[in-house]
């Protein structure tokens, strides 16, 4: 089964590590990611922008809003993901612990909904 595994980080601590520590980090996310497509867990994984570069679109009674970032009232933002297989929630759960990122902020392990088509 395929899960996503949403890493958020806090906005009171984007920006407080050093650069050694976020070239660390960095490092330990490449070496994750290497480590899990090895064992064949990875499906997909990337980082985002920061939320000021996003662009939230809305449409209500057919008409398109656009409303630049951020846009979302709360202390943290979701800063990346993995897609991941996994045989269970207690091993996605296990695999998503090992996301270094979950050091600074949390990660979310949510099953992907397989969507069908109705007759």
């Given at each position: 089964?395929?899960?996503?595994?949403l890493?958020?980080?806090?906005?009171?601590?984007?920006g407080?590590?050093?650069?050694?520590?976020?070239?660390e980090?960095?490092?330990?996310?490449?070496?994750?990611?290497e480590?899990?497509?090895r064992?064949?867990?990875?499906?997909?994984?990337?980082?985002?922008?920061?939320?000021?570069?996003a662009?939230?679109?809305?449409?209500?009674n057919?008409?398109?809003?656009?409303?630049?970032?951020?846009?979302?009232e709360?202390?943290e933002?979701l800063?990346?993901?993995y897609?991941?297989?996994?045989?269970d929630m207690?091993k996605?759960?296990e695999?998503?612990?090992?996301?270094?990122?979950?050091?600074?902020?949390?990660v979310e392990?949510?099953?992907?909904r397989?969507?069908t088509?109705?007759?």
């Open positions: 089964m395929r899960y996503i595994c890493i958020y980080n806090s906005t009171d601590t984007d407080t590590l050093t650069p050694g520590e976020t070239a980090l960095i490092k330990a996310h490449f070496a994750f990611d480590e899990l497509s064992e064949g867990i990875m499906i997909h994984s990337d980082a985002l922008e920061m939320p000021d570069t662009t939230v679109l809305r449409v209500r057919n008409t398109l809003s656009a409303t630049d970032g951020p846009y979302v709360t202390k933002h800063a990346g993901f897609v991941i297989e996994a045989l207690v996605a759960i695999i998503a612990g090992r996301i270094p990122s979950a050091r600074y902020g949390a392990v949510r099953p992907v397989t969507l088509l109705p007759d």
